[in-house]
Structures are given as C-alpha cells and as structure tokens.
C-alpha cells in the first residue's frame, strides 16, 4: 500500500503527516521521510492538513479522520484509549493501564505511548506520571507542556468541546 506524505508548519515547527489511499498513518514531527511530490493534492493529508492548522488556531478541539495506525495489539488498545482522554484534560499511565483492565501494565502502557506515530490527532500528549509530573514526550517535554496549556486554554473557551479522536 503506497504511502504518501506532506509537511506543515505549526507553532512546535514542521509535522510529517502520511496516508494511505484510505487513512492517516502518521503524523510526526521528526522529518523521518522526503515528501512525496503532489502529495498536498492528497485529499486525506489535505483534510488532516486542514485540521490540525484549525487544532493550532484553536478552532478544532475533535479531529475527524480515518486513522490507521501500525502496531501491536496491545499498542493499538493503548492508542484508542488515548481517545478517551478529554480534550484539555490528562490522564496518568496509570490511569489508562486501569482503563484497559491492567492496572500493573503502566510502564506497558508508557512504552506504547511512547511509540504513537499519530501525534496530536492520537492524543499521546494528555498523558503524564500519577504524581501529576510531565513525562516523556517524543516531540520534547516543551512540546508536550505548549499543548496541555494550549488545549486548557481553548476548553475554557469552550467548554463544550469535545475530545479529540
């Protein structure tokens, strides 16, 4: 299955978004991939494209996009779990391990969302230690805190908001 890819500049510098012909499959900011040419008149990267410019305005608090992403079982349940934490609020690894019925599987838990490879869209970033601590974070713990604060600050704007998918 042919992947293409396009990049976007946001506030926390260029994202890689790829896509199948039917779904995200990442969504990066390490540039880990050339950018395939024509790749912007991709409609999935051109929606995603369009999302997350309107996440970053803080005009979209739910993404809606097919996703697809590539790993384990175990891993895939961590991610949709991730879906469940509500836009401008956090959850603790331990917390999600509770959520998926492994409460001893936090450092599992962790280690899978560690290796999300949707940033943002999956978001790995409302994720922090049981103590409340930021932890990890593969764009940089810097990152991680502009968008915790950056996603409380549009939910008290808007308040309704649902959480990101």
Known sequence: MDTAATTLDTPLGPF????????????TSSPSAAVVPGATDHRL???ARA???AYFE???ARFDLPLRPRGTPFQLRVWQALGGVPFGETASYLDLAARLGSPAASRA??????????AIIVPCHRVIGHDGELRGYAGGLDAKRWLLEHER?????APRAKPAA
Do not use: K
């Open 16 to 27: 890689t978004i790829f896509a199948t012909c039917d779904a995200l499959v990442g969504c």
């Open 45 to 47: 990267l051109g929606e």
């Open 51 to 53: 999302q997350l410019r």
């Open 58 to 60: 803080g005009r979209l």
């Open 109 to 118: 838990v962790g280690s899978a969302n560690a290796r999300n490879p949707i």
């Open 153 to 157: 600050a549009f939910a008290r704007l």
